[in-house]
């Protein structure tokens, strides 16, 4: 792993997140981007982007900003950035919330392209219907914001004709970020994630990024496609929580 990896990641993740306000707002604290995209929206938190020091008045100003919006003051931080800004998170009340794995791919020795029926998604509404079936009731709202967001590139797989898993890839700053991958209960265990993997993997090189991305709960199903699809753990997304 290289030594600006993660910085550099922080920082796309930050100017990607920024995206999600297109619908409500955009404002920057410091090294944070936060964002209110409507009520009660998992997007609705704050990037550390690793650009600067952060402050107590940029926390201070960015715990106004959320409690404006109603929405509790969240905030990711990448690993590497975590040690030092734990004093102050402390201080201000901040507890740990919960954590992803970092896993990132350098678009060397891809995957072979998939055997499955990969196809781009040319209408977003139907992709976001596809993605919130997968996710389950109540993912609606979040998954109509991902296929809307300026710059995502939406894919489907296919079986016997039928679209069965969706998943998302945006390009920023030459990061390829992998996310809103989902499939139907009734053909899960088929391959269709690690199609849409190799699929994303391939599209990310052909857009000119550098490398490619993705958040996944440690031990589970996805962490393991991961890794068959060449994905090396590079650090951890930290998720803090004001009391």
């Known amino acids: 792993m290289t030594p600006d990896l993660l910085p550099r990641l922080a920082h796309a993740e930050a100017t990607g997140h920024s995206r999600f306000g297109t619908w409500g707002e955009v404002a920057r604290f410091g090294p944070l981007v936060a964002v209110f995209a409507g009520p009660d929206l998992p997007v609705n938190t704050a990037w550390h982007d690793g650009s600067a020091p952060l402050t107590k008045a940029d926390l201070e100003a960015f715990e106004t900003f959320s409690a404006a919006h109603g929405q509790p003051a969240t905030l990711h931080v990448l ?19 919960f954590l992803l794995h970092v896993h990132t791919h350098d678009l060397t020795a891809l995957p072979p392209f998939p055997a499955l029926n990969v196809q781009a998604s040319p ?25 809307h967001a300026p710059g995502t ?4 797989a296919l079986v016997d004709a039928q679209p069965v898993a969706a998943a998302a890839l945006s390009v920023q700053e030459g990061v390829a970020a992998l996310y809103g991958t989902s499939t139907l209960p009734e053909f899960r265990e088929r391959g269709a994630q690690t199609a849409l993997l190799a699929a994303r993997l391939h599209l990310a090189k052909e857009r000119g990024a550098h490398f490619a991305s993705v958040f996944v709960a440690p031990g589970s199903g996805s962490e393991r496609n991961v890794r ?3 994905f090396g753990l590079a650090g951890v997304r930290l998720t803090f929580r004001k009391r």
Do not use: C, I, K, N
Request: charge should be positive; charged fraction near 20%; proline fraction near 6%.
């Open 228 to 230: 068959r699809a060449g």
């Open 123 to 147: 209408e977003a509404d139907a992709w976001a219907a596809l993605s919130a079936r997968g996710f389950g009731p109540g993912t609606e709202r979040m998954m109509r914001l991902v296929a």
């Open 79 to 97: 690993s590497h950035a975590a040690p030092s800004l734990l004093p102050l998170l402390r201080a201000r009340g901040y507890v740990l919330d």
């Open 153 to 156: 590139h939406l894919l489907t």
